[in-house]
């Protein structure tokens, strides 16, 4: 499970680092300035995702179901969350159902919360 943080992790910071770069220069002359906004939160909550993802890596060793837990909410949640604000970002251009798209995001939002409470409990659980 380390393993696997550390790799989504710094997969995750090198995904918002190129989506980052194209959103500064080539979708600026594509998307719609809010539709922009919103793919550059995806890319902000993706990159602290990503560093959290790294310190969790290092800090925990996976070893109960909570750390296993902390790890898959973030993962997930910043999947989802991030994931479908790209994608719909691009739902006037390409041809997506935003319906199914849209309740994703707050899907994600949630799992990134819970991430983070569990993360807190565990603090306070093991003092830290």
Known sequence: MKQIVLIVGAFYGMISVILGALGAHALKKILPAT???????????????AIL????GFMLD?????????ARCIML?????SGSIYL?????KISLP??????ITPIGGMLMIIGWA???FYFFKYKL
């Not at 996976?62 to 902390?70: A, Q, R």
């Open 62 to 70: 996976f070893t109960t179901g909570l750390e296993k837990n902390i």
């Open 88 to 92: 719909l970002s691009f739902s006037d």
């Open 77 to 81: 949640g910043c999947l989802f969350f």
């Open 98 to 103: 935003t319906k199914i798209i849209g309740p």
């Open 118 to 120: 569990l993360l807190i």
């Open 35 to 49: 539709k922009l906004e919103s793919f550059e939160i995806g890319v902000k909550y993706m990159m602290y995702h």
């Open 53 to 56: 993802l790294l310190v969790l």
